[in-house]
C-alpha cells in the first residue's frame, strides 16, 4: 500500500535532509547503501543487479558496490544473479526499538485490552509519509487483507493513527505534508479532498481521536488516540481495528474507546 515509490520517498527525504545539513556533513554512500536496502519490500524480495539500479536510480557499477558490501557484511546475500536481504538487517530496526523502553514496558498493557475486547491493539510513530508500527498485538480475527507486524508502513493521511499524529502538527506544516504525501483513493470511501482531510485532522485535534472507516480497505474500521510525552507533545498513537460486520458503531464508542483512551493514559505514565 506504498503511496510513493521507495525511491521517491529516498529521494525527497535525501533531499530534505539536505537543506537541514551542510553538504560537507553527509555522507552520500551512507544515503545511498540504506537505500538499497529500503528497495527490497514485501513485493521484491530478491531481485538482480539491474533491477536493484532500476529501483533506486544508481548505476549498475554502483548498485553493485552497494550490494556486493551488504552482501561481506551480512546484511545482503547473493545466489546467483539474484540479491536479498538477512535477517542481520532486524538489527538496524532493533536498534531503534531498544531504545524505546516504553513499547517494551507497554506490551502487557496493550496484551490486557486485547484480551478485554478481543481485538487487535497497535501502537505507531509517523515517518516520513507514513505510520510506522512499533508495538502490535494481534487477536486470531483476520481484518486485513494484508499482514502486519512491527515495522509495517501504512499511509499516514488514509489511517486513524496516521490522522491523529498529524493533528498535532501546525497548520502549515500539515498543507506542506498534504501537497507532498500523494494522496490516492484506495477505496470508495478514501478523503481525498485536501481541504476535507484538513477538516477532518482538525476535528480529529479537537475530540482527541481519530475513526476511520473503509477508507484502507473495505469493512476495516480503525480507531486511533494520541499518546502524549511528559512536554504534552503527540508522539505515537495508539489504536484498536475490527471489522465492521464485528463491531458495532456504537459499541466503538461506548467500549472501545473509553478502555483505549485509558490504557493510552497508562502508557503515558510509563514514560
Known sequence: MSIQSDHQIDEQMTNQAVKQVKSSEIVLS??????VIKAFNQHRPTMSLSEVANVTGFTRA???RFLLTLVKEGYAKQNGKLFSL???????????????????NA???????????????????????????????????????????????????????????????????LNAFLDSCGIEKFTEFTLTDK???MAEIAQVKDQGYSLVE????IGLTSISVPIHNALGEVTAALNVSTHMSQTARKQIFEEILPQLQQCARKIEQLG
Not at 88 to 103: A, H, N, P, Q, R
Request: include cysteine; glycine fraction near 4%.
Open 86 to 104: 538477512t535477517a542481520k538487517v532486524l538489527e538496524l530496526g532493533f536498534s531503534y526499538l531498544s531504545t524505546l523502553d516504553i513499547w517494551h
Open 107 to 173: 506490551k502487557p498493557l496493550m496484551n490486557d485490552l486485547v484480551e478485554r475486547l478481543n481485538e487487535s491493539c497497535s501502537a505507531a510513530v509517523l515517518d516520513s509519509f507514513d505510520v510506522v508500527y512499533v508495538a502490535r498485538v494481534a487477536t486470531t480475527k483476520r481484518i486485513m487483507s494484508v499482514t502486519l507486524n512491527i515495522g509495517s508502513r501504512l499511509p499516514a493521511f488514509a489511517t486513524s493513527m496516521g490522522r491523529v499524529l498529524l493533528a498535532d502538527m501546525p497548520k502549515e506544516t
Open 62 to 64: 554502483a548498485a553493485r
Open 214 to 217: 473503509q477508507e484502507l480497505e
Open 195 to 197: 481541504n476535507l482531510l
Open 30 to 35: 551512507l544515503v545511498k547503501g540504506l537505500s
